[in-house]
């Protein structure tokens, strides 16, 4: 079964608007790490931000949040005021015990922005 | 601080031949991944490395194997290559193994083409 699911497999933004991408998780851990990485055309995947199963708090890093709906087992990535340096594709991904720490990816969202 | 670092960047191989990537991780970082990225299968996790030790093992064929030396720089070797073989290898690198909150940080990537 899917550990991470991304419906979105691709999405247009205007510049300046903010765009949302969606990650919901399988697990049944009661605790467990989620991150989400970008991935430009270059290859690279850059880390962005992380979630905590038991953090009170939504994450925050710069323009990028995380709306973290625990009970909904999602963890959505939210980009504020995009630029077209955003253009990249996005990954949610999943670390928990169950599964060694080992890192689970999503099958990614790619985000283009337009000007 | 260097990132994760790996060579080469793009390498084409013909069926049946054999391939080593290398990785160096950030300076200070002792565990080492490898995952494969394709169009078809997404990102998938081969193998972890700690303390020269394989951690972790992914469902990939024994062609596919590694080894990580004392100061932390890793290698993957494939083994009669195929077609299929042909991926984006990507090395990432944290502090240590396991945890929910260990980063995971990425290096640019080693672009496999199998003829």
């Known amino acids: 079964a899917q550990k991470i699911t991304q419906t979105q497999p691709g999405m247009f933004v205007q510049e300046k608007e903010a765009v949302t991408l969606d990650c919901t998780y399988d697990?049944?851990?009661?605790?467990?790490?989620l991150f989400w990485y970008k991935q430009p055309s270059s290859g690279e995947m850059i880390f962005l931000i992380y979630?905590?199963?038991?953090?009170?708090q939504n994450a925050t890093e710069g323009r990028y949040s995380l709306n973290f709906q625990k009970a909904r087992k999602s963890a959505n990535l939210v980009i504020s005021a995009s630029q077209l340096g955003d253009s990249a594709m996005y990954f949610c991904a999943m670390r928990e015990a169950s599964n060694d720490y080992k890192l689970s990816f999503g099958a990614g969202t790619t985000v283009t922005v337009r000007a | 601080k260097a990132g994760v670092t790996q060579t080469p960047r793009y390498l084409i191989k013909t069926r049946g031949q054999q391939v080593t990537l290398s990785c160096s991780p950030i300076?200070?970082?002792?565990?080492v991944s490898w995952y494969q990225q394709t169009p078809g299968q997404g990102l998938q996790f081969l193998f972890e490395y700690f303390s020269e030790t394989q951690r972790n093992k992914g469902n990939f064929p024994g062609r596919f194997s590694g080894r990580q030396f004392s100061n932390s720089r890793s290698e993957m070797n494939v083994s009669t290559l195929e077609l299929g073989d042909s991926a984006l290898y990507l090395c990432a690198s944290s502090l240590s193994p396991g945890g929910l909150v260990e980063t995971q940080y990425f290096g640019p990537g080693t672009r496999l083409l199998v003829l």
């Open positions: 979630q905590g199963s038991y953090d009170q």
């Open positions: 697990t049944s851990d009661p605790s467990y790490g």
């Open positions: 300076s200070g970082h002792r565990s």
